[in-house]
């Protein structure tokens, strides 16, 4: 193989096996289809089997290899039996996620412990269960979808972001004991993303804006945004790069401050 075509297939995916948890909707649609695009045989994971069939059925009738699965990522026996069936496991990409938008003080505890099931724990199922897997037969890329608000947060995403901080953290810690056994961990950080769990947001005009104007580019990204930086961790691009947040968020970690003063 010329040094040109060694670097030609550094982003393929071909006869890699990967599991899209949240593969139903928003940046897990975005990535099952990118990483079936670039040759994976993808098994599309949600909590919404229907959903979770359409996105493989378009896969399907692209040309590209992908079957269907529900699971409950806060359920550790649902996700023990997705592996279980997976068999061969090359890529994890997990990505479901909830929020609810109040000041810490009027947090219920019931409401907490929902956010830290799904977020939290449903990451941690996924993600050591994939390890598990991975470490046995030798290697893999496991991609956890964490957020901006693990670097910074605002009124009304405290428990949230302390699930995306402890996401990022579970990650670190994960490349750190699987290393030795070639498995690569590494975590996303999206910023603002029109998908189902931003719709409260984007129900509000001045809110909508408001994020908009945070970012370096001034605007939203869409979901196929995410889908470059999920291959790029998922595929041999990013085999020096384990532990590690890559952030796609438009520059909102690089912009400081809510206006622009007058200079």
């Known amino acids: 193989m010329s040094s040109l075509d060694r670097y030609r297939q550094l982003f393929r995916m071909d006869g890699k096996h990967a599991v899209v948890i949240g593969a139903g909707s928003g940046i897990g649609e975005a990535g099952a289809l990118a990483l079936a695009a670039h040759g994976a045989e993808v098994v599309c994971a949600d909590l919404s089997t229907t959903a979770a069939e359409r996105v493989a059925a378009a896969i399907v009738e692209g040309g590209g290899n992908a079957t269907a699965a529900m699971v409950d990522v806060g359920d550790g026996e649902s996700i023990r039996s997705l592996f279980a069936d997976v068999g061969t496991l090359d890529v994890l990409v997990t990505t479901p996620a909830i929020n609810v938008r ?3 003080l009027e947090v219920s505890e019931e409401e907490f412990q929902r956010v830290m099931s799904v977020n939290l724990l449903g990451t941690f199922n996924a993600i050591t269960a994939a390890g598990r897997v991975m470490a046995e037969h030798g290697g893999g890329s496991i991609v956890a979808i964490s957020s901006i608000r693990s670097q910074v947060v605002e009124p009304g995403q405290g428990v949230y ?7 990022l953290q579970m990650i670190r810690t994960l490349a750190a004991e699987l290393g030795p056994q070639n498995v690569r961990a590494n975590a996303l950080a ?6 189902p769990l931003t719709d409260q947001t984007k129900s509000v005009p001045e809110w909508y804006d408001a994020y908009a104007s945070k970012s370096a580019l001034g605007r939203w990204a869409q979901p196929d945004e995410m889908a470059g930086p999920i291959v790029y961790l998922a595929s041999d691009a990013s085999s020096f790069v384990t532990g590690s947040l890559l952030v796609a968020d438009g520059g909102w970690l690089a912009v400081d401050g809510r206006f622009t003063p007058p200079l």
């Open 190 to 195: 999206p910023g603002v993303v029109e998908t």
């Open 102 to 104: 109040k000041r810490l």
């Open 161 to 167: 972001a302390a699930t995306k901080a402890g996401v």
